[in-house]
């Protein structure tokens, strides 16, 4: 059984993801590696995801290589998966997921999220406070929708969220 993490840029999926990996001893996928890989592999350039999706692919294209990424993942186990956070805007790619999987949210509010973003030494479209609200507002119901379970963010420890989800998922993969 794959633990999928769903959420906002900067929710914390990745650093999350790799602690709660190693605290279950299961592999770590990141969707937005497997895509900069599908990337390179079409391209022959290696950009980052901010550089593939403002300046390559935009938006429409880059949902397509997105549900790619997500095809590989149909059948992966026993990992642990980090999604990007627009990802579940294409219904397919929950639907992969669900499928014998448990979908975590990590939600951290729109305040941290903010300071996160503005925190990184990276380009980013959320650098825009009003994308940023508005993505926020516009998946916040979806990710709550399809997660199995929630987990607050914004205390930004590492390793106590990954031992939080650790506990809330131990029943759920006997």
């Known amino acids: 059984m794959n633990i999928v993490l769903i959420g906002m840029k900067s929710s914390g999926k990745t650093r999350v993801g790799k602690a709660l990996s190693l605290m279950l001893n299961?592999?770590?996928?990141?969707?937005?590696?497997i895509l900069k890989s599908l990337f390179f592999k079409k391209f022959q350039k290696k950009k980052n995801i901010f550089e593939i999706f403002q300046k390559f692919l935009k938006e429409?294209?880059?949902?397509?290589?997105?549900?790619?990424?997500?095809?590989?993942?149909?059948?992966?186990?026993?990992?642990?998966?980090?999604?990007?956070?627009?990802?579940?805007?294409?219904?397919?790619?929950?639907?992969?997921?669900?499928?014998?999987?448990?979908?975590?949210?990590?939600?951290?509010s729109i305040d941290t999220l903010k300071k996160r973003i503005q925190k990184?030494?990276?380009?980013?479209?959320?650098?825009?406070?009003?994308?940023?609200?508005?993505?926020?507002?516009?998946?916040?119901?979806?990710?709550?929708?399809i997660a199995d379970i929630t987990i607050q963010t914004d205390n930004n420890d590492i390793e106590k969220i990954a031992f939080e989800i650790k506990n809330e998922t131990k029943y759920l993969y006997v």
Not at 124 to 137: P, Q, Y
């Open 26 to 33: 299961r592999n770590f996928l990141d969707t937005d590696e």
């Open 120 to 145: 990184q030494k990276q380009n980013s479209i959320f650098l825009d406070e009003k994308l940023l609200e508005k993505a926020f507002e516009s998946r916040e119901g979806i990710y709550e929708n």
């Open 60 to 108: 429409e294209k880059f949902r397509i290589l997105e549900h790619d990424a997500f095809c590989y993942l149909k059948n992966i186990k026993n990992s642990i998966i980090a999604t990007g956070g627009g990802s579940v805007l294409n219904e397919k790619n929950y639907k992969i997921l669900k499928n014998s999987k448990i979908i975590v949210y990590l939600k951290a």
